[in-house]
C-alpha cells in the first residue's frame, strides 16, 4: 500500500471545500465513493478523463489520516483506491497542480515530501 493516494481535483471545486471544511465530489452522492488513484495512475486517469483541461489539482493524502473506509477496486484491469466518505480538508498534506505537457499529455508527478517513505 502506498504511503499517500492521490484524488485529480478541479480547481473550483477544492476553492469551495476549502471554504466549507469538507470535499464531497459528485461521485460521492452518485456511486457512494471518492474515486482516488495511486500516485503513478493518476496520470493515465487524468489523459482518459480529463484530456483538454488546465485547472486541474492533485490531492495528496497518507493513507493512514484517513477516516473514513478505503477501499482497494478493481476497475480497468488495475486495483484503484476509494474513500467511502466525505475528505475533511484537514488530512489533505499537499495540493499540487496537474498541467498537461506541451503536446497536451499529463505526466506523472513526483510526490511531495510529505509523501515519500523513508524506506
Known sequence: MPDCIVHICPSPDW???????VYRPASLES????????PEQAAATANRFYAGRTDLLLLWVPVKRLTAPLKWEAADEDVFPHL???????????????????????REAAPPAVCKSPY
Open 15 to 21: 476553492e469551495r471545500s476549502l471554504r466549507e471544511g
Open 31 to 38: 456511486e457512494g465513493f471518492i474515486h482516488f488513484s495511486r
Open 84 to 106: 467511502y466518505g466525505a475528505l475533511p480538508v484537514e488530512v489533505v498534506t499537499a495540493v499540487t497542480p496537474l498541467r498537461p505537457d506541451a503536446g497536451g499529455l499529463f
